[in-house]
């Protein structure tokens, strides 16, 4: 005999670069149970773990606005610039984003390439 519960199955949220995998309770723009806030992109959203209020959330992740791909807000794996992007797409069309975020890219790079060394 099967187990029925009234809960909807648990949607989860997966980055398709770094794999990063947590369940999600809101996808959208307006996370539930908060007054004013509108975010500036479609968001996987959770409630934060972390506190005892319900108006605090976590933003997960998003879609990639070139390619649609699932990503975290990771700096590692995507970037915010007017709208979201992966990594992938950023590196690829690279000279199309300003002068200032592409200095930001280069110095993190650079930065990162020190500290293995």
């Known amino acids: 005999m099967e187990h029925t519960t009234s809960e909807p199955p648990q949607k989860t949220f997966t980055c398709q670069l770094c794999g990063l995998s947590s369940p999600f309770t809101y996808y959208g723009q307006k996370p539930p149970n908060t007054r004013a806030i509108v975010l500036l992109e479609e968001s996987f959203v959770t409630r934060d773990p972390f506190s005892p209020d319900k108006e605090k959330f976590l933003v997960l992740g998003c879609n990639c606005s070139m390619c649609s791909m699932c990503v975290c807000v990771g700096s590692d794996c995507s970037i915010f610039y007017t709208k979201r992007f992966c990594m992938q797409c950023v590196n690829k069309y ?24």
């Open 94 to 117: 690279l000279d199309q984003f300003p002068r200032q975020i592409q200095a930001e890219l280069a110095k993190k790079k650079q930065n990162s390439k020190a500290a293995v060394s």
